[in-house]
């Protein structure tokens, strides 16, 4: 079977304003002057994604960053999957790292969050990595493996899955892992997709996340079971996170 389309995401975090939505049709532009050899997904923060949506193509999805793991109800501030359906965005991103930690949600609030989000039919990007102190203490294979086992929910199906591993100490730091680190530990996590869903398991996209920019992105999205990026500071700028596009125009 052949390799699933890749998918470069970008998580805008906490940035952007009503103003952000020219770095949008900047996208748009290149995208349909130079073409783009994969899809493209970006995940504003919420504000952003009626007005985002709105300009979403067949190239360029919505997504959001995180959503709440109850589909309405009495938890003031949160947002549902529901609600993001509702302004026609596709994906939603849970068990970010900065959730992990910041919100101490572990891997059952982030299974729940992804049942919530493909329950209503939303793609879940569901992210996992290790801490530096974990890879330096050999645990790196052990702790992502384990985050894919608990994160994913029981009714998931190939098509509505995708894993990011985003190894937390390359996350905005300029440092990534070794293109055979990578290898080792996406590979990892295809073993564990092809015993959850077998042999459609390798439909399933595995991003790569952690420091991805247009100078890097070549080597690290052409590694055996890379099916794409997933970017924080380099999607910001349209003309940056298209750099990073483009590397697919080299890859097969
Ligand atoms: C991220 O936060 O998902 C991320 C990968 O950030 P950065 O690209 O800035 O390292």
Same mark, same amino acid.
């Given at each position: 079977?052949?390799?699933?389309?890749?998918?470069?995401? @970008?998580?805008?975090?906490?940035?952007?304003?009503?103003?952000?939505?020219?770095?949008?049709?900047?996208?748009?532009?290149?995208?349909?002057?130079?073409?783009?050899?994969?899809?493209?997904?970006?995940?504003?923060?919420?504000?952003?994604?009626?007005?985002?949506?709105?300009?979403?193509?067949?190239?360029?999805?919505?997504?959001?960053?995180?959503?709440?793991?109850?589909?309405?109800?009495?938890?003031? @501030?949160?947002?549902?999957?529901?609600?993001?359906?509702?302004?026609?965005?596709?994906?939603?991103?849970?068990?970010?790292?900065?959730?992990?930690?910041?919100?101490?949600?572990?891997?059952?609030?982030?299974?729940?969050?992804?049942?919530?989000?493909?329950?209503? @039919?939303?793609?879940?990007?569901?992210?996992?990595?290790?801490?530096?102190?974990?890879?330096?203490?050999?645990?790196?294979?052990?702790?992502?493996? %384990?985050?894919?086992?608990?994160?994913?929910?029981?009714?998931?199906?190939?098509?509505?899955?995708?894993?990011?591993?985003?190894?937390?100490?390359?996350?905005?730091?300029?440092?990534?892992?070794?293109?055979?680190?990578?290898?080792?530990?996406?590979?990892?996590?295809?073993?564990?997709?092809?015993?959850?869903?077998?042999?459609?398991?390798?439909?399933?996209?595995?991003?790569?996340?952690?420091?991805?920019?247009? %100078?890097?992105?070549?080597?690290?999205?052409?590694?055996?079971?890379?099916?794409?990026?997933?970017?924080?500071?380099?999607?910001?700028?349209?003309?940056?996170?298209?750099?990073?596009?483009?590397?697919?125009?080299?890859?097969?």
């Amino acid at each position: 079977m052949t390799a699933p389309k890749a998918l470069v995401a @970008g998580n805008w975090k906490m940035n952007g304003l009503t103003a952000s939505i020219d770095q949008i049709n900047r996208l748009n532009d290149l995208i349909s002057q130079n073409g783009a050899n994969c899809d493209v997904l970006i995940c504003p923060p919420y504000t952003l994604i009626n007005a985002f949506s709105k300009l979403a193509t067949d190239h360029l999805s919505i997504g959001a960053q995180d959503c709440h793991f109850n589909i309405s109800g009495a938890h003031t @501030g949160d947002i549902s999957a529901a609600m993001i359906k509702d302004l026609d965005a596709r994906y939603v991103i849970v068990g970010h790292s900065e959730r992990r930690a910041d919100h101490a949600e572990d891997n059952e609030t982030v299974k729940a969050k992804a049942e919530a989000a493909q329950s209503i @039919g939303l793609n879940a990007i569901i992210c996992v990595g290790e801490t530096e102190k974990q890879r330096d203490a050999g645990q790196a294979l052990e702790v992502v493996t %384990s985050q894919v086992k608990a994160s994913i929910p029981d009714q998931s199906v190939v098509e509505n899955t995708l894993i990011a591993y985003e190894p937390v100490w390359a996350i905005g730091t300029g440092r990534t892992p070794t293109e055979s680190d990578v290898e080792e530990i996406h590979n990892a996590i295809r073993q564990v997709l092809n015993g959850r869903f077998g042999e459609n398991a390798s439909q399933i996209k595995i991003l790569y996340g952690g420091s991805v920019k247009a %100078s890097n992105a070549h080597a690290l999205m052409s590694v055996p079971n890379v099916n794409g990026a997933l970017v924080g500071g380099a999607s910001l700028k349209a003309d940056d996170f298209y750099g990073i596009i483009s590397a697919y125009d080299q890859i097969g």
